[in-house]
């Protein structure tokens, strides 16, 4: 990433890391807007991780196949291959506070379906694919406009970053709280409790946005079909045309092919490999997101964005060498201390590439570009998926997770030796800043 040279004399690699207080590490939350939604959100996405742990347990458990998990992951995120684009254009034109209330009022509902079929005992695998699907198109539109909306939140956009950090401190908090507590539900009471509890948690982010006080948003309204695709167009040109936003977009893309499916073969490491049962699952689950937090944590003590590009690129070899020494382990707890540190490794990775992109991109095309960013992960992760579970079923999950973890550390060797031959040692960020509207 070429940067501009320093003006205030000081070393922008040292400013980068300094120490800083708690409260600076907090310092997003002094916006209102943003610590509703902070609340809000935390208990939502403590629901969310629930049903995605019992979802892959109640898929294991009704199927005990591999290749079957990987298609509930791959029908989970297919939508974006079809809509992704769509989804950041949404964001662009319409009123993002209300675009995601409409699009968490829809995951409270198919929460609710998939917990009333399990209780009952009616649920079939088909109902989860086909619930799947529907809330991979949920997310289609909520993710861009949640990633987006971050900006509209945070008054002083010197904060951004750090409010971008903060965002992923909830989602790997509530990751850690959320399997740990389903793994002792599906004991207890079976996967439709998770289900039903997920569904009253998006109560708590619905009312933290109808709370907020925030200026209308103007929306552009409705387009044709013609006008849609030039919108699309333009936001893939723009991307395209920026090195950086390019680079970071590849990289990105192969983290999630090669790399993010080793979650959905967890239940797969955790019954016939480390004997854990649905428990095991939730807490190498839960380990993951303890380092995915920290991970968050780290970056939300950084001052903007000095030296991220670096980061990212030593965090995405650290994912993939970590992943090795995954697939190679026997003992739960070895495997707990490893995921712990992939989770940190994989989330530095991404909120680090989020955060960059965030800066990078004007406001006119953050939609598109978080549109693009979602893309990333939700539509190619599903092909990763889909490999992964047909590749476990013939040469094992170790042996797939291994794979991909090589791949990992390969794309992110690549990209660190790109940023070390573009950054200029004596650079700062302050081109960043003034596109963001920071004097």
Known sequence: MTRSRCTDGANPRQRGVERVTFSHTLRSLRHRNFRLYFVGQFISMCGTWMQTMAQMWLVYRLTHSSSLLGLVGFAGQIPSIVFGLLGGAAADRFDRRKLVLVTQTAAMVQALLLGVLTVTGRVQVWHVFALAVAIGIVN????????????????????????????????????????????????????????????????????????????????????????????????????WRNPDIRALLVLLAMISVAGVPFMVLLPIFSDQILGGGATGVGWLMGASGLGAMAGAIFLARRNFTSGLDRVAGLTSAGFGVSLILFSFSRSMPVSLALLTLTGFC?????????????????????????????????????????????????????????FGGLCCAAAGAIYLRRSLIIALPEGDDRHILQSLGVK
């Open 140 to 239: 289609v539109f909520d993710m861009p406009a949640r990633q987006s909306f971050v900006v509209d939140m945070v008054d002083d956009r010197e904060d951004l970053g750090n409010a971008i950090a903060m965002n992923s401190v909830l989602v790997n908090g509530s990751r850690v709280v959320g399997p740990a507590v389903a793994g002792v539900l599906v004991g207890v009471w079976g996967e439709g409790t998770c289900f039903l509890l997920n569904s009253l948690s998006f109560l708590a982010v619905i009312a933290s946005l109808l709370m907020m006080r925030m200026p209308e948003r103007q929306e552009r309204g409705a387009q044709t079909l013609e006008q849609t695709g030039r919108h699309i167009k333009d936001g893939l040109r723009y991307a």
């Open 346 to 402: 994989m989330m530095t990775m991404f909120t680090g590439c989020n955060t960059l992109l965030q800066a990078l991109t004007s406001d006119a095309m953050r939609g598109r570009v978080m549109g693009l960013f979602t893309m990333t992960f939700m539509a190619v992760a599903p092909f990763g998926n889909l490999i992964s579970g047909f590749a476990a079923d013939r040469i094992g999950a170790p042996m797939t997770v291994a």
